[in-house]
């Protein structure tokens, strides 16, 4: 049974960090490619990040360019996302999700499972 648990969300001040885990279980990383989501109340889905399996690429939106940081231990089974100099609209429920794929996308409908989201609050 394929599951993702996600991890790490929580209120930062503005200029702040916080670490998002995925822990995966039911499938290996090894031919899953892992997205990161966020929603923000009233406001659609957005893809912020991706890795490949076996961490061969890596995506991120323009949003989090250069802020935001993804990768993968395939021996955890578990996907990070480490998130730098957060500012309020960051703000969102950040989930993560899995498709069996060598490409990676951002494109929420390619994915096939989902975790339940965590939390993430940037204020001062």
């Known amino acids: 049974q394929v599951q993702l648990v996600e991890s790490g969300g929580g209120l930062v001040q503005p200029g702040g960090s916080l670490r998002l885990s995925c822990a995966a279980s039911?499938?290996?990383?090894?031919?899953?490619?892992i997205g990161w989501f966020r929603q923000a109340p009233g406001k659609e889905r957005e893809g912020v990040s991706c890795?490949?399996?076996?961490?061969?690429?890596?995506y991120y939106a323009d949003s989090v360019k250069g802020r935001f940081t993804i990768s993968s231990d395939n021996a955890k089974n578990t996907v990070y996302l480490q998130m730098n100099s957060l500012i309020p609209e960051d703000t969102a429920v950040y989930y993560c999700?899995?498709?069996?794929?060598?490409?990676?996308?951002?494109?929420?409908?390619?994915?096939?499972?989902w975790g339940q989201g965590t939390q993430v609050t940037v204020s001062s």
């Open positions: 039911g499938f290996t990383l090894d031919y899953y490619t």
């Open positions: 890795i490949s399996r076996s961490g061969r690429s890596t």
């Open positions: 999700a899995t498709v069996r794929a060598s490409y990676c996308t951002v494109r929420g409908r390619s994915y096939d499972y």
